[in-house]
Every structure is written in C-alpha cells, then in structure tokens.
C-alpha cells in the first residue's frame, strides 16, 4: 500500500477510488501529486475520482464519502514530505465509519440474503437501520434481515450494492461485485473448515451459495459440519410444490412464520460473537434457559422470542424448525439425523410451522407475518 493509503487516516477497507477522491477534494491534493504517489498515470488517478465523484447521487455512498471527509482532517505536511506531494492526515474524535471484521461479518449475513430471489435493501433519510425485504408467496413484502446504517455506507461504497430506486426510500441490490465479494468470503470460509464434501453441478451451482454451518448436537464432543445453501431456504423449495388439488404444499402464513422465526435466528447472532450455543433447544438438551447473556451475545428480545418459539413447539417439532428455518439443513439430512422415514420430514415441518403460526398468533406477533 502506498504512502498515501497509509497516511490518510482512513480505514483499511475504504476503496482506493475512494482514498483517492477524498485526498484530492478534501485534502487539496493535486492529480499528478496523486499519480506519482500511486504509481500511475494522472489520467487513470483522474477517471477515478470522476467515477467516484459520479457515484455521489447514491445517498449512502454520499453519506459514507461525507462522513470519511468530515472523520479526517489536513495536518501541517513536513518539508520533507512536501516534495513528494504525500499528505498527512490525523483523525478527529469522530470513528472511523465501520470496522473491516464487522462488514465482513455482515457481509456473510446480510448479502446472501440479498442474493435470494427478489430481495432488495430499503433504507429511508430517517432510519439507523437498513432492511433487507423481499416479496413472500402472497406478494406481501417482508423484512428478512436488518443492517447498521454505517455498515450499508460501506457496502455501497465498495460497490457491493447498488441504488436501483432513489427517493424517499431507496431501493438497493446486489451488484456482481457484491455476488464475487460474498463468493470469494464463504470459500474461505469453506476452506478454512476443510472444504465441501462434493461439487456442485456446474450449472445448477450458479444459481446456490454454498457454504458450511457448524451445529451443536446433544451428545456430540464437537461440532458437526453440514453443508447448506444459503441463498435459498428449504422452506422456500418446499413453497413452490404443490398438493394434488393444485394448493401450494406451504400456505403463505406458514412460509412467513418460517421466515420470522429465521429473521429473529439471525438478529440474535448479530455482534461480535456470531456463532451463538443453540444445542440446548436441539432433542435431548435442556430448554427454556439461555444462560447469562453478555453484550457479546446479540440482540436479547430476539434470543428470547427464539426461545419462546422453540419452547412452545417442544421437542421434535422444536428441532425440525430449528433445523431447517434457521440452520437451513435440507429435508433429507434433517430426516436422517432424527431417525425419520424418508419423505415424513416435510409433513413433520409443516406441523411444526402450524404450531409456530400459532404461537405469533398467541403472543401478538400475527401481524409482522405479513411484513
């Protein structure tokens, strides 16, 4: 990295694009100054800061470029220095946007669901908080993920995202740089715990995101890994069959409960430890406690509303919702794992999200299974 990039105050995972508007609009310093310090023609260190410049009627690049600018300030370049046209900058009191593991972290979470079918990222001038909706069965829209603002800033300025609708509410996808981005992270991810069991077919494979989650069993010393697809849920597949009499196998109200109880899964792995201990809730473990919680352990109401809704199903019923909604195993690992006949695991799930839809209902939560 060059001299430039290390002394400009800036966070590591800010583009160099965007490094290089910020040194030239805020920090007054010239093209070829620029250039010379990054190796490259003035022509290209131009084409950028345009390109950046152009990005600026996206309303969370312009809050992210903002805020960078306002974070840094201009410090007195020593003589030394000043031949070679680098400036110095020192931050102000003000943090940095975001950190480089929390949008690694978010990105695992919040761009494969942006990756499913539909999805889009809204996000409105007064909201903290961006929300990731997508159109259910019904052609309702429901909230499926939620992001910090200052994470969404940061998405968009590495062009992971794109502003498809300004306006009040501005509409985002997900960009073939943020589909790489997410790809190379999970084969690392794949990787570092021994990579995938078997390959996926070619051209099947383009429309899945594979990846590997680690889960707690009852009983077991360690971990087992199980191989799931993240952009898609099992609950989704099982929406689109239909019964004989045409009828779709999974009412609406039965898909949106499945993807309330995943929505609250995720909000409570949100923070520094992701991977919450949900083996208590498994068959076999004990329920109805979740131990002292720390601030490291995410979103309290969401870990409890879990807990509600795992206790009320009980066991059995408890674990196929925990396992398919939320761990997104498929059918037929889930089936073999609980001893089940083969194809009886669907019927199981469908008991399990009748209850489920009872229980929002019972507790007054029937009205966010429409969005």
């Known amino acids: 990295m060059s001299d430039l990039s ?13 490094r290089l508007y910020l040194a030239h609009v805020v920090g007054g310093v010239s093209l070829r100054s620029l250039a010379r310090c990054e190796g490259r023609n003035a022509s290209t260190v131009l084409r950028q800061v345009r390109r950046v410049e152009g990005r600026r009627d996206d309303p969370l690049v312009d809050e992210a470029l903002t805020h960078l600018g306002r974070t840094i300030g201009p410090d007195p370049v020593p003589p030394e220095r000043k031949e070679r046209g680098v400036m110095t900058k020192a931050l102000r009191s003000d943090p940095p946007v975001t950190d480089e593991p929390t949008i690694a972290r978010e990105a695992r979470r919040v761009l494969r669901r942006l990756t499913e079918p539909g999805a889009v990222l809204a996000i409105a001038p007064d909201m903290e908080k961006a929300a990731v909706m997508r159109d259910g069965p019904d052609g309702t829209p429901a909230r499926i993920a939620v992001v910090d603002r200052k994470v969404a800033q940061a998405f968009a300025l590495k062009d992971w995202i794109a502003c498809r609708k300004p306006g009040r509410v501005a509409i ?16 690392e991810d794949a990787r570092a715990h021994g990579g995938l069991a078997e390959a996926a077919a070619p051209w099947a494979d383009q429309h899945r995101i594979w990846a590997e989650r680690m889960i707690d069993d009852a009983g077991e010393d360690a971990p087992r890994s199980v191989r799931v697809n993240l952009a898609e849920s099992p609950v989704q597949v099982l929406a689109r069959r239909r019964e004989k009499d045409g009828a779709p196998f999974l009412s609406p109200d039965l898909v949106a409960a499945a993807e309330r109880l995943r929505e609250d899964f995720e909000l409570a792995q949100m923070g520094p430890r992701v991977a919450q201990n949900w083996d208590r809730f498994l068959a076999g473990g004990e329920r109805g406690r979740l131990g002292p919680a720390g601030p490291a352990e995410g979103p309290r109401a969401a870990r409890e509303r879990v807990a509600a809704a795992l206790r009320d199903l009980g066991p059995g019923l408890g674990d196929v919702a925990l396992r398919v909604c939320c761990f997104l195993e498929g059918l037929e690992a889930t089936e073999q794992r609980m001893g089940w006949s083969a194809r009886s695991g669907k019927i199981v799930l469908r008991i399990a999200l009748t209850r489920l839809r009872r229980h929002y209902e019972e507790t007054g939560a029937a009205h966010l299974l429409i969005g």
Request: hydrophobic letters at 50%; charged letters at 15%; glycine letters at 14%.
């Open 6 to 18: 290390a002394n400009a105050g800036l966070p590591g995972w800010v583009p160099l694009g965007a």
């Open 172 to 187: 985002y996808e997900i960009t073939a740089a943020g589909r790489s981005a997410l790809k190379r992270m999970l084969d």
